[in-house]
């Protein structure tokens, strides 16, 4: 079975242009996560998702930032506009309501703003 | 304060040593809590959930002391393979999904 996929796996962009990250969870987990890593601050959590619907936003750093899930294979996290600050990895994550505490993570994303 | 606190280490040991981490964790209405592992440039896995009463996997023991607010993960036997980065996580409430992930503690073993 697939894991969490995400693409793409390197994007470097310019400050001020739209990044858009996308993520494909697992079939059947109907729990999504977006996460970002930076040396700095760790693993955060950005937003959540239950059955396609946002549940916690409140890791999302500012209104920048936007993530949807428009059904149960497909999610994006975009930026607009980037900023420098914003180099991270991104992951995705999914995982079932009984595993709650078992995320599956995609191989993220390494976004690099110039 | 973080949420949750892990010493960065390195930790650099020998094959075949015993290591052991330690976590603390601020919300002391914490449900579950778990140890991930994250390989170099990899992403997070799951190693293992801790249990009240503390619990084995293989050369892996975790422990979790709510009186203190900390969480162990012991290593016995290091192998090479065991070098990476060892991740502490709390579930603040039991009704939320969401994970808190401490910083991760590094663990280097050599020949």
């Known amino acids: 079975d697939a894991g969490v996929i995400q693409s793409p796996r390197h994007e470097v962009t310019e400050m001020g242009q739209e990044v858009t990250l996308r993520c494909k969870p697992i079939?059947?987990?109907?729990?999504l996560f977006w996460y970002r890593q930076t040396m700095m601050r760790g693993l955060e959590l950005l937003i959540y998702?239950?059955?396609?619907?946002?549940?916690?936003d409140s890791g999302m750093p500012e209104d920048r930032f936007s993530a949807k899930m428009p059904n149960a294979s497909f999610s994006t996290l975009k930026i607009q506009p980037s900023e420098p600050r914003d180099s991270a990895v991104y992951f995705c994550?999914?995982?079932?309501?009984?595993?709650?505490?078992?995320?599956?993570f995609g191989p993220g994303t390494r976004l690099t703003v110039t | 304060r973080k949420e949750v606190e892990q010493d960065p280490g390195p930790f650099n040991v020998p094959e075949g040593a015993t290591v052991a981490f330690n976590c603390t964790y601020s919300?002391?209405?914490?449900?579950?809590f778990f140890w991930y592992r994250q390989d170099c440039r990899k992403e997070p896995k799951l190693l293992m959930s801790?249990?009240?009463s503390g619990n084995e996997d293989g050369r892996f023991t975790a422990q979790l002391n709510r009186a203190s607010q900390y969480i162990s993960l012991l290593i016995r036997d290091s192998k090479l393979s065991d070098s990476a980065t060892y991740l502490c996580?709390?579930?603040?409430?039991?009704?939320?999904?969401?994970?808190?992930f401490g910083s991760g503690t590094r663990l280097l073993v050599r020949p």
């Open positions: 994550a999914s995982s079932t309501r009984q595993g709650a505490g078992e995320q599956y």
């Open positions: 079939s059947g987990h109907d729990y």
């Open positions: 998702f239950n059955n396609n619907v946002p549940i916690d």
């Open positions: 919300n002391s209405a914490s449900q579950s």
């Open positions: 801790v249990y009240s």
């Open positions: 996580v709390v579930n603040p409430m039991d009704s939320s999904y969401k994970l808190i």
